[in-house]
């Protein structure tokens, strides 16, 4: 099995209850990338929904970019779980139109 962030490039925006270097750890132990801060090469930057509704200057960069702008609960359910765990129902702008509904 391929590991579970295999070209995955991550940057974290907000506050969770992980310390960044536990963020960074487990990134890299699945095969990830960790960016401290947004670059071009950035694939996800994993967002708290304080910092997505404020639209703090890098959800508007990676939005601007087509970077992945995602919950940290796809970053956790991707560590946790054994199988395939898709991106779409996790980004932010899915989450906002699914609460429109």
Known sequence: MPPKLKNAVL???G???APV???????????GTF??????S?????VS????????????????NGTKVI??????DKLRATGRVT???????SIDAERLK
């Open 11 to 13: 940057c974290f925006s």
């Open 49 to 64: 929904e304080a910092n997505w509704r404020a639209r703090v200057p890098e959800v508007k960069t990676a939005l601007a």
């Open 42 to 46: 950035t694939t996800h930057l994993v």
């Open 87 to 93: 991106e779409n129902k996790y980004l932010w702008t």
């Open 21 to 31: 270097a536990n963020l960074q750890k487990w990134t890299e132990a699945n095969g």
């Open 15 to 17: 506050t969770f209850e």
């Open 71 to 76: 919950d940290y609960e796809w970053f956790d």
């Open 35 to 40: 960016d401290r801060k947004l670059t071009p």
